[in-house]
């Protein structure tokens, strides 16, 4: 097999290097004390470390469950068959992977090697894993998989000609979104995470390990991880009747096809919104991110909300398509609870605060400011709001899928003995943003507060009264429109959400999703973080150095780099493309070729419904520089 081999061949060169590697010695717990991981606790005595890496496997989520962290993973159970030997066959045989069969087929030692990653999987090991397994066999279980051997005999007739030597049937962990977990613990400093490898571990090992040890020794990770990075999983995650559910569905999208806006079909309804059944009622398509069902369209009377996958325009394009119309004519409705709120309160706020953001905090009591949290290389580590509601208190919004690491962040930057404490009040409000022309008559209809330019300017936020509420309205915008983004207690929701559909009947006003939310942002140009703007690329690059205040007083994070950036120039920039033939849509990672040559690569995409066009962002390099102007592709 080529998983000992390599694992032997990397033990080796380890050993090389002077690591000592102990076998047979079970680890009991992950030593914390004071709230930090100092080591581990084995059946031989205590190791203490200044780092811990939890590479237990399968194991992992109970080591991590001991020591308070969040370790998403959960067996399932794998078959695969070896047959006799098969004249003919050598090691040269390339590896086949049959998606429509849900198996791939390689050479082992002269016999063929045929597993599966079938789309009903089984779960293992619900009442904790034994600790005497290591490297045994499960029952064999033929009829579970005698449908996908049907089409790996059909895919390979060989197959169905010879004998079969092993059926093997043994435990892999996976993860609810199929991707690893690595880097470190947001609850428990000095721990670090490297499992959950969704059987690709073997193939990952080299590259992991290294990026791990980079990422210990230096204290960041040397490229943008966030697709595996620990931190995007949410502390509900742990709860192992969601991971029984979900590990049903993940295992079989290995070989799955990768639909463009595939929604997971498992575990769902985990986090909803206050509104969602007003929601449901009114024909909400629901997806899903970071456990939130958030509506990504609606669907008009007597029209099914359900998915019909394709990689052209699929169903809900012309459903879309009309909301966005809505927000760039006339008022349309977002539910927005989803979003990330931490409170950071404190004599000493605005300092903390100044020194991680790049914009200028130092703004009077209701003024809204928009900026980039950097790491020391003017990287992009988060992409916030930030409105000051008092001269001491700052409401802090970012996306629903960054909201436990951004927490992380804000609360590992908070010097020791200062004067501010970060509290994450996410679920206590939920968030309306009426947009569009028209949001500003509705609203005005509804509260006696001024929402005139003059007196509610862009950039600012009030407290009004709202239908019997008193709801926090901040005027800012993601689809580039006059809007107001609510922020209303979770309580006082389900009212306010009914008074501004009466009122809004006179309007015309629609429901709108987020698919009609990236559409809009992607004409304005808006940029959205996880796929525009990274710790990869800083402010300069990404096109938002008018939101860095370079000048303030104290400097801030990162600001030397961005600094340096804006004088020597730099070798990548973010562009807006709009395609020729509207018909081919983009989505992400597409290629940029300019003479023959790809300069870039697409970082997201989307169908500009009220432009008709096809949209793109993307980064264009050049190592001499790149000057930006208008382009068409």
Known sequence: MTGPRSAQALAKGARARGVRIVEHVKVNEIIVEQGHAVGVRTQWGDIRADAVVN??????????????????????????????????????????????????????????????????????????????FAFDALPEDFEHIAPLMESAVN????????????????????????????????????????????????????????????????GRPPMDLWDVDVRRVMPFQRNRQYLHDRTVESLGLLYAMHWPFRQPETARGVRRSPLHDRLAARGACFGEVAGWERTNWFAPE????????????????????????AVRTNVAMFDQSSFGKFLLEGADAESVLNQICAND???????????????????????????????DRYLIVTAAATQVRDFAWLKDHIPAGVRAVAVDVTSGQATLSMMGPNSRALLQGLTHADLSNEA?????????????????????????????????????????????????????????????????????????WGHDISPDENPIEAGLGFVVALDKPGGFIGRDAVARAKAEGVHQRLVQFAMRDSSRLLYHNEPIWRDGRIVGRIT??????????????????NADGVEIGRAHV
């Not at 689809?479 to 015309?508: C, H, K, M, N």
């Not at 997201?604 to 390099?621: A, I, K, W």
């Open 55 to 132: 590479a237990a496997g399968m194991w992992g989520r109970e080591l991590g469950d001991q020591a308070g962290a969040t370790v998403p993973l959960h067996a399932a159970e794998h078959f695969y068959i070896v047959t006799e030997g098969i004249e003919g066959i050598s090691p040269s045989m390339p590896v086949l992977r049959d998606p429509e069969g849900c198996g791939y087929l390689k050479e082992d030692a002269g016999k063929l090697l045929v597993g599966w990653f079938e789309p009903v999987a089984k779960p293992w090991g619900m009442k904790g894993i034994p600790d005497t």
């Open 155 to 218: 895919r390979m007739p060989v197959v169905g000609e010879t004998g079969i030597r092993l059926f093997f049937n043994g435990p892999e962990a996976f993860t609810p979104d199929d991707r690893y977990l690595l880097g470190p613990s947001p609850e428990v400093p000095g721990l670090f995470m490297a499992c959950g490898f969704n059987s690709i571990g073997i193939q990952s090992s080299g590259g992991a390990g290294k990026v791990l040890a980079d990422w210990i020794i230096d």
């Open 302 to 325: 007597g029209v099914t909300p359900q998915y019909e996958y394709s990689y052209g325009r699929q169903n809900w394009y012309a459903y879309c398509a009309e909301e966005c119309a």
């Open 361 to 391: 905090v130092s703004v009077p009591v209701g003024k809204l400011v928009y900026t980039q949290w950097l790491n020391e290389r003017g990287g992009i580590e988060a992409d916030v709001t930030i409105t000051r509601e008092a001269l």
């Open 456 to 528: 509610f300017p862009f950039g600012t936020s009030q407290i009004i009264d709202l239908g019997y509420a008193r709801v926090r309205a901040s005027r800012v915008t993601y689809v580039g429109e006059l809007g107001w983004e609510l922020y209303i207690p979770t309580e006082f929701s389900a009212g306010v959400f009914d008074t501004l559909v009466d009122a809004g009947r006179q309007f015309g006003m629609r429901h709108a999703g987020y698919h009609a939310l990236n559409s809009l942002r992607t004409e304005k140009g808006y940029r959205h």
């Open 604 to 621: 997201s995409g989307m169908y500009g419904h009220f432009l008709d066009r096809s949209l793109g962002m993307g980064y264009v390099e």
